[in-house]
C-alpha cells in the first residue's frame, strides 16, 4: 500500500512558475514508476508526465514538454514537478500517482497506475 501526499499547488499569473511535490509512505518507493496528471473542470484526467524508478525513462504530454520537468528523490520518498511559462490553460487539479515499474507503452492511461493522491488546485491566470 503506497500513499501519496501533493503539495505546492496555488494562484500564479502566466508565465510563472510553480513547484509541486508529492510525499509517499512506504519504504520501496523505487520500486515504482511516478506520475502526475491534471483533471480541469469538466474534462477527463489527462496524463502531463511519469519518471521510472530510477528516473531512467522520463515521458511528457506533448502539451508540457520543455516548461514541465519531472523529478524524483528516492532518499526522500518525494517527486517532484516543476512547472514553468505557465499558461491559463495549465490550470487544473494536479494528481500524484503510483504504478508499476515496468516499462509500458501506455504510461499515459490512468489504468497504469495503482495509488493516487488527493490532489492539489494549479491556478494561472491571465
Known amino acids: 500500500q503506497v500513499q501519496l501526499v501533493e503539495s505546492g499547488g496555488g494562484l500564479v499569473q502566466a508565465g510563472g512558475s510553480l513547484r509541486l511535490s508529492c510525499a509517499a509512505s512506504?519504504?520501496?518507493?523505487?520500486?515504482?514508476?511516478m506520475a502526475w496528471f491534471r483533471q480541469a473542470p469538466g474534462k477527463e484526467r489527462d496524463f502531463v508526465a511519469r519518471?521510472?524508478?530510477?528516473?531512467?525513462?522520463?515521458y511528457y504530454a506533448d502539451s508540457v514538454k520543455g516548461r514541465f520537468i519531472i523529478s524524483r528523490d528516492n532518499a526522500k520518498n518525494t517527486v517532484f514537478l516543476q512547472m514553468n511559462s505557465l499558461k491559463p490553460e495549465d490550470t487544473a487539479v494536479y494528481y500524484c500517482?503510483?504504478?508499476?515499474?515496468?516499462?509500458?507503452?501506455?504510461?499515459?492511461?490512468?489504468?497504469?497506475?495503482?495509488?493516487w493522491g488527493q490532489g492539489t488546485q494549479v491556478t494561472v491566470s491571465s
Open positions: 500517482a503510483a504504478g508499476s515499474n515496468i516499462r509500458v507503452t501506455t504510461y499515459s492511461a490512468i489504468t497504469e497506475y495503482d495509488y
Open positions: 519518471i521510472s524508478g530510477r528516473a531512467s525513462r522520463i
Open positions: 512506504g519504504r520501496t518507493f523505487d520500486n515504482y514508476a
